[in-house]
């Protein structure tokens, strides 16, 4: 059974930091690249991070370069995948959600075929 769990939502203030982390399981997920997105109220989910399968790459949207941090630790039964967020800002604000995918280091949504319900990150100002 394919499950992706996302945890370690919250709600912090401006400047602050949090952790959040998705544990894949029931497929060969070191096989795939991993990835973030990120959903606020209103509007379109939209791409944060992503991951390639060996860790040797990575990419970010341009709203969290330099201040978030994507790694992932491929142990033998669960992909753990880790999104480190520092100095957080109110438009940081959304439901946050991991998602897997077979393709290199994919950016579109439509690329990924595995995905977690969520988890909220709150930042307040």
């Given at each position: 059974?394919v499950q992706v769990v996302?945890s370690?939502?919250?709600l912090?203030?401006a400047?602050?930091?949090?952790?959040l982390?998705c544990?894949?399981?029931?497929?060969?997920?070191?096989?795939?690249?991993m990835?973030?997105f990120r959903?606020?109220?209103?509007?379109d989910?939209?791409?944060?991070?992503?991951?390639?399968r060996?860790a040797?790459?990575t990419v970010?949207?341009?709203s969290?370069k330099?201040?978030?941090t994507?790694s992932?630790?491929?142990?033998?039964?669960?992909v753990t995948?880790?999104l480190?967020m520092?100095?957080?800002?109110?438009?940081?604000?959304?439901?946050?959600?991991c998602?897997?995918?077979?393709?290199?280091l994919?950016t579109?949504?439509y690329?990924?075929s595995y995905?977690?319900?969520?988890?909220?990150v709150?930042v307040?100002?």
């Amino acid at each position: 059974q394919v499950q992706v769990v996302e945890s370690g939502g919250g709600l912090v203030q401006a400047g602050a930091s949090l952790r959040l982390s998705c544990a894949a399981s029931g497929r060969t997920f070191s096989g795939y690249a991993m990835g973030w997105f990120r959903q606020a109220p209103g509007k379109d989910r939209e791409f944060v991070a992503a991951i390639s399968r060996s860790a040797g790459s990575t990419v970010y949207a341009d709203s969290v370069k330099d201040r978030f941090t994507i790694s992932r630790d491929n142990a033998k039964n669960t992909v753990t995948v880790y999104l480190q967020m520092d100095s957080l800002k109110p438009e940081d604000t959304a439901v946050y959600y991991c998602a897997a995918s077979m393709t290199f280091l994919p950016t579109s949504s439509y690329e990924y075929s595995y995905w977690g319900q969520g988890t909220q990150v709150t930042v307040s100002s």
